[in-house]
Structures are given as structure tokens and as C-alpha cells.
């Protein structure tokens, strides 16, 4: 069994405000007013969410790189 090194997560604008971030692996989203925020965000929830699982169950290293897809809507002036 290969254990993921890597877990892909999306970010994309949120509803009113601001931005959303979903993981594709696990269940996890989280929000933020800036994109520095919401990498913050991310990267805790991602900690917080495997901080007492097994990883290996969950197939994971133990401090996986966080790969992240930005769906950005053009605007236009």
C-alpha cells in the first residue's frame, strides 16, 4: 500500500464574499476573506482533521504536501 504524499484541495470564490476551499480527498472545507487567509485556513483544518486518525488507514503521510487549484472567475472592466 502507497501512502499519499499529496492532497488536492480547490479554492474557488465563495457566494457573498471572500473564498471557499474544498479537499478532494477527505471531507474538509473551509473559508476566508483572502487568499492568505484561506491557505491559512486550509492548512489547519487539513492538520486538524488527521491529527488523531490513523494515516495509515487513511492511506496519508504524516505531513503531506497540500496542492492547491484556484477557480478564479475573469472579471471584467
Do not use: W
Amino acid at each position: 500500500m502507497t501512502l499519499r504524499e499529496k492532497i488536492h484541495a480547490t479554492v474557488y470564490p465563495g457566494d457573498q464574499s471572500g473564498y471557499v476551499a474544498e479537499c478532494e480527498e477527505f471531507a474538509i472545507v473551509t473559508q476566508g476573506q483572502t487568499l492568505d487567509e484561506i491557505m491559512q485556513n486550509l492548512s489547519e483544518a487539513i492538520a486538524l482533521y488527521l491529527e488523531d486518525e490513523d494515516l495509515n488507514q487513511l492511506q496519508v503521510v504524516a505531513q503531506p504536501s497540500i496542492i492547491v487549484t484556484f477557480e478564479l472567475v475573469p472579471q471584467y472592466a
